[in-house]
């Protein structure tokens, strides 16, 4: 089976191939064109008289319940990131793999993180064939030096249950860490040792997969409520020490900036949106994780106090700074896909306005609407932004693969969507004439906010003219990267060979881009 | 296309068609022995693109909610009973059906009501074909007097779920009736003017319907939380005046019983469960809304409160007894399907323990498992039962179809199935040397309680000989025929004809019995 075969150029003019792992694919046609039109992946009809009547699914060991799933050659095996760093099941399943001879693996984590590393070793030895998930840290190292047997494929959160949901990803086993289960497979996040907040990441593979294996270290007796992973969607229990390390399941930065320039993006992304009219009493807001997220989430709520109106709702990852803003009655809603901190878990455990969602809620294109068009603005990051707008956040600039899309693309579909970035990285410009690897097409990125002034896509005539009068720096994009040029020079080319060794999809399955095998 | 063809007999010996208004069946091959080898239906790919990016799907009428839905003739469209006799909106869908001219719709309820007994007229004038659900008083009537155009198919509420799932029902159409709901389809039956506690009924419909619309009269700003009914599966969202008769709602018998004979069936029936040893810390148990099982979860509780014990589990059915029990700490968990009074609606939106479920949880048999075979015990009703305890739910001694499944069929695969029945009514026995209708196979039922003895089945050794020693009068079954022909003499056999006019599903989608016409 070839990697990849023939190449076209797609509607962002990106070459991309027409075939992956031996699979036929779209190239990416702009927003909104590709319509899908078959029917969703069917998985087979099961039967209560081949369960255990007394409920009781429970089996000695995860391997166990591997072989007796089938495990075989070539299958797909899925995993979930809510316990992000913290993470030990992953690579269990890939040393009882190895253990049992097994060869070619698919693995499918919603996300992987650097604990994951070692895989490289399972990559390298024929175990594991391909990822398709995020291929972070070490493992798109790996990936970029053209290692990988298969294709990467790339997809965002939403992305990823579109990819299950409709077939192109056919589960064989999904390993559903949690946190809490019952001997039924009833399974939630929200408490137990290794509490991580929610199980979304998991629905689509729950719903799916052929087989369904929770593994878990803190067993109750039936029912285990609430049960965000339903039981009745389970095959095997399994019941382990140590599911996931707490203290390395809150990770990524939780704490404000306090770097000036990073406070003042925050400050002035706050700013433009108060300008531009978007906090009003009801409004919706996401922000990620990082410090200058945060911040702004933190200017907001302090808007929101002063003039004594609230946020009906705010998209997570969920942090203390939220849960606070949820507490204090300056929002009505948190709808949480991913806790980022303790104070996330114990707020969705305790809160009835602290909501677990999904990607299939929040992000999934083919569904009948989602949440992220919703959403009145969103703020993110990007690796890169180019002139047109076009953003990066998979690679770095020297062609390195080292992130995963997560929900980012999905968030793009927010009626305004802000990127505040520097501008510039260790005297790298980070606006650019072209992005290495365009992530999300410019039409749909509104704003970028950087420590120098702030550009509108031309294509915003309103916020345009919102902002006419405005104090803040509004400047273009062209002349925020010349200043960028001024001060750092022009950003050297990452030296990329033709070979492609991963793909990123679009949030509908069409391919928006091809990432390159990077030359020494 | 004939109503039926060629019958054959299945595995209790009752003749049944293989052909059911020209769709192949299968006839019933005993418990657990049909094996299902297809895959669960495939509803079609939706985009966003298609959706309305702000999640406004509103539109002015359920008539042009129908006709944007593209209904025509033939269509299957669906409704659910959680507004019980109180239902306003299943009647305007075949109001404007006929005012368009449509004819020969499938009517696919999950139960239906005497508020519903006007759809007759449609069925008569050909607007409707036939019901796939429950044919109750006047549209059972109808039905028994083979009036009805296509044969009717009943089907337990699991068996709903099962069909729904496996495609042997394909819905063009839902309607979900909402207390309360958002603009992007969301719906809750929690709260609101006609809040009816949950809408889990409904759940197949929005998970495979093809098109999915929502009517409330109790719209909320996004998001409405709970969302029991998720938008992401909704197409359109329709705001009338009132969308149910919060009086009506609530209906059944929903107090104790005051008969001295059924207080006697309720109290042997809670002796039994004691002496039995179901009565436990940690028990679970179903009782149904009737005046005899509200009093043995009366006994029950006491019982508990007693010796210091609690339930994990009830599955409800829920009221305001099970509630009591659950507020006064002796039930953990109320898993509930469906709400009989307001008490149960305030309890499911307060309490965390009041658990909303679905017949996907609770009754799927084709699952990988589901809820009903871990109850402890679950105290169930019959028309008539017969010497190899066989039962019968649907058809009176005249042969009049008069009642739904319900969730009857399910609920036999608890660990112990008892059915406290009075030996006669109006002075026709009720256990008799055969059914009218089977609609549960003997070897699920254990017991049966009857107000001159009880009978366990004798496949039951295990509780035979847990009773041996009790005071209870420990009867055959056969004695207890004997005894109740020897008061009213022998019961007299119902008119009826060759002719098939519906058929009872099993909970495999397997046919167990068929109805036939009465004879005037």
Redesign the interface.
Known sequence: MKKYDKVVKNAVGRLVPTEVNGVAQHPFMGI??Y?????????????????????N?TIPTLKDALIKSGLRDGMVISTHHHFRNGDLIAIQIFEIAKELGIKDLVWVPSASFECQSVLTEYLADGTIHHIEGSMNGSLGRFTSEGKMKGLGILRSHGGRYQAI??GEVVIDIAVIAAPTADA??NATGDRGPAACGLLGFALADSQYANK?VVVTDNLV???C???QI??????YVVVVDKVGIPEKIVSGTTEVTKSPDRLLLAEWTAQFCDEAGIIKD?FSFQAGAGGTALSIGIYFAEILKERGMKS??ARGGSNKYLVKMLEDGLLD?I?DGQTFDLEGVRSMREN??H?NTSP??SY????????S??VDVVILGATEVDVNFNANVVTHSDGYLLHGIGGWQNCL?A?CTIIPVPLFRDRIPVILDEVTTICGPGELIDVIVTERGIAINPKRTDLIEKMKNSKLPIRTIQELKEEAERICGKAAKPKLSDEIVAVVKWV?GTIIDSIRKVEK
């Not at 339903?230 to 095959?235: C, H």
Request: contains cysteine; aromatic residues 18%; proline residues 9%.
């Open positions: 909104g064109k319509k899908p039109v078959g029917r969703k992946y069917a998985p087979q009809i099961a039967s209560c008289a081949d369960y255990p009547a007394d409920g699914k949901q409709d039924f497979g369904v007796p039936f029912p409520i609430p049960w339903q039981g009745n969607y389970v095959d009801g009906r709702w809603y709808l009835e306005g909501v299939f809620t999934n294109y083919h569904g009948k609407g989602n949440f068009s919703m579909h009626k509908d």
